[in-house]
């Protein structure tokens, strides 16, 4: 009886995969339109003004060169790669600041104007940067900040926090309400609840926001082209345009201002990206 039992294995059903040729086919061309323009920037970026009409602009350049790259270091890059780690870097540092609390309010409030609030943030989405750009140049000239640095972080802010709230509040709302009622049962107070509980449970979605508003900070260019003139506030997104008639047809150095401009966030997303993963499959899984 113990050898008939032992023999009788349970049947496993063998699930057959196919082979999705029609998906691996259209991934692998996306793939192709995706690497092909990354793969000319930097290619050309390696070349010399003279070799860059003289060779097929897809073959690796057979002499590479980074004269190009010098040229846009010694035009003051740093600069303005230094203008746009401030700007960026002070923009998300507030925006992530006032959107945590906001959403701690309209989730944890509990009352009418908590749910107002909700729906005045859900209202700015709806608003266009482009639509509001004459009463922001107004606020600033009126307040005195035309021309710094100040001037492009102030409105990158108030147009970016209603998305960082809407964000924080869906994730906020999936945290138990057991783990609130246990610490204000020990005398937590909301400040304490805030720093010790919310922000650790919502770190993902923080990475996420922070990246999201780095990059539309990051590659702004309606604010630096409205609110500064001097090139000592210049960030990178102006000096792009500006090299365009600073190097005239010079192809290459344009192109190795863009790698450069480039690497600080590649650099962001390599540190984060496992937290802006985990941000964006939050709740996926319930």
Known sequence: MALAAQTRLP?????????????GIGGFLWLIITIVPVYYVVVTSLRDQN?????????????PTLDAYGK?????FLQYLTNSVVVTVGAVAITLAVSLMAAYFVVRGGTRFAAVTYRVFLLGLAIPLQACIIPVYYLITQAHLYDTLLAIILPSVAFAIPLS???????LRDV???????MRVDGAGDWRMLLSLVLPLTRPALVTVAVYDGLNVWNGFLFPLILTQSSDERVLPMSLWAYQGEFRVDIPAVLAAVVLSTLPV??????????LVSGLTAGFGK
């Open 11 to 23: 049947r496993t059903k063998t699930r057959r995969t196919r082979v999705n040729v029609p998906g």
């Open 165 to 171: 709230v809407v964000i924080l509040a869906n994730f």
């Open 72 to 76: 846009v270091l010694e035009n003051d």
């Open 266 to 275: 590649l650099a962001l997303y390599i540190l984060g990206r496992r937290q």
């Open 176 to 182: 138990p309400n057991e783990l609130f009622e246990s």
């Open 51 to 63: 070799g860059f009409y003289d060779t097929n602009p897809l073959q690796p350049p057979t002499h």
